[in-house]
């Protein structure tokens, strides 16, 4: 095991680390930029770097910083968390040049798996199905057309790096394509410097559906079930529950063997996520994409598995066997998500940076707040508006969604506006408590 782990991140990940890294024995340094200075999470590791100003791409993207600040601490791995760096084969390679190990997957998975053209090519040739679409990328205009052309309308352009739903567009026939064609390279453009795209069909009011899998350095995998992700605006997750509502035990048998599948033909190891599209009828399931890292929504996944994925990431980067039986893993329950923000529903989910003066997070039994956030924390404006994640654990959903109603009205964080109350909306409707909701659901039902 490592004497030594950096954290290459902020917020409430960085102190979920900092915590799976306490139980298992290991020291942590944590980088921070000027923004985060006086955050409380830092009183927790053993050493603190400062790595540049507030702008990420001054502190949190520079993998020159972070690797010298690893060696100047004398850390041994560096854990860099979501977002930021987390996909970048690149900084996964720099790491291991420099003798540190990357606590993630090979960079040549990585690279496998980011690049969204590859990642299908991969799965038809492990017979995983993908949503009818261009065969590579699509580098003009009139390509687009004939793809079109070919699988037929709607279609959805996407871009191959990046994600989060920039880079994205739908059209309904050429004329919005051509527009939507130029919309999603630029935005892919300046979102991941590479304008890449590609078609696939567009797929009417399907389910986000996603498999955590584990895979450790001696070929050894264990699926973790589903999360159910469909909740969503404008491709941003809201809430995230585990199991979902409408999976049947053989359609859950089958998702999740292809993911191991995906996982197996790519030399995966780490934590994983396999992402697919269910169509609106519950039958078909299709590959979109995957995640080479930890999720935001993995507490569901612990909670209904009791299984701790982080504590996992960093022993199988050690080079330990997974001691999980896939027959042991067993779904327990039913866990729910939500994502708690500092945004404005009400404009629109307006970013509200700011002051928290007063917070009462919510408690009792099954009830988890993972949150770097306290009375006296200044949100700083430069990153994401994240306060933290409310997590619910009963042993049917629709007890997990009576407690998490409860929680969201107990849960005091002033004067920050928050997501809440919208949250609430969300699980006070009919549709979403009989589990009958898709990927457009908030947009078409809550935001008229």
């Not at 304008?195 to 350095?217: C, F, M, N, T, W």
């Not at 941003?236 to 999740?256: A, G, N, V, W």
């Not at 609430?424 to 009958?436: A, I, N, P, Y």
């Amino acid at each position: 095991m490592f004497t030594r782990v950096l954290i290459a991140n902020r917020g409430e990940i960085a102190l979920r680390v900092i915590r799976a890294c306490k139980e298992l024995g290991i020291q942590t340094v944590v980088v921070h930029s000027e923004a985060d200075k006086d955050a409380g999470y830092l009183k927790l590791a053993d050493r603190k770097v400062c790595i540049g100003p507030a702008s990420s791409s001054e502190s949190y993207l520079r993998s020159d910083r972070i690797i010298a600040a690893a060696e100047l601490a004398g850390a041994d791995a560096i854990h860099p968390g979501y977002g930021f760096l987390a996909e970048n084969a690149m900084f996964a390679e720099q790491c291991r040049q420099s003798g540190i190990e990357f606590i993630g997957p090979s960079a040549e998975a990585m690279r496998l798996l980011g690049d969204k053209a590859q990642a299908r090519k991969l799965a038809k040739r492990a017979k995983v199905p993908t949503v009818p679409g261009s065969e590579g990328l699509v580098e003009d205009e009139e390509k687009a057309i004939a793809v079109a052309a070919t699988v037929g309308y709607p279609v959805l352009i996407k871009a191959v790096a990046g994600g989060g739903g920039r880079g994205m567009r739908v059209a309904q026939n050429d004329t919005m394509l051509r527009g939507a064609f130029k919309q999603a390279r630029q935005e892919a453009e300046n979102a991941f410097n590479d304008a890449s795209v590609y078609i696939e069909k567009y797929l009417e009011r399907p389910r986000h559906i996603e498999v955590q899998v584990l895979g450790d350095k001696h070929g050894n995998y264990v699926h973790l079930f589903e999360r159910e992700c469909s909740i969503q605006r404008r491709h941003q997750k809201l809430i995230e529950e585990s199991p979902s509502p409408i999976i049947t035990s053989k359609l859950r048998k089958d998702l999740c063997y292809a993911a191991i599948k995906l996982a197996r033909a790519a030399e995966y190891y780490s934590a994983g996520t396999f992402e697919f599209l269910l169509d609106h009828k519950g039958q078909n399931f299709y590959f979109i994409e995957a995640n080479a890292r930890i999720q935001v929504e993995h507490p569901v996944t612990e909670l209904v598995t009791g299984v701790d994925l982080v504590a996992w990431q960093l022993r199988i980067a050690a080079g330990e066997k997974l001691a999980l039986d896939q027959r042991d893993i067993q779904l327990n329950g039913h866990a729910i998500e939500c994502r708690i923000n500092a945004e404005d529903p009400t404009r629109n989910f307006q970013p509200r940076p700011g002051k928290i003066t007063h917070l009462i997070a919510p408690g009792g039994f099954g009830v988890r707040w993972d949150s770097h956030a306290y009375a006296g924390y200044e949100i700083p404006r430069y990153y994401d508006s994240l306060i933290g994640k409310l997590i619910v654990h009963r042993m049917t959903r629709g007890e997990a969604i009576t407690c998490m109603r409860r929680c969201l009205e107990e849960i005091q964080i002033e004067p920050i506006p928050t997501t809440a109350a919208f949250h609430r909306k969300v699980l006070d409707h009919q549709c979403f408590r009989e589990g009958q909701f898709d990927t457009g659901f908030v947009e078409r039902e809550l935001l008229k």
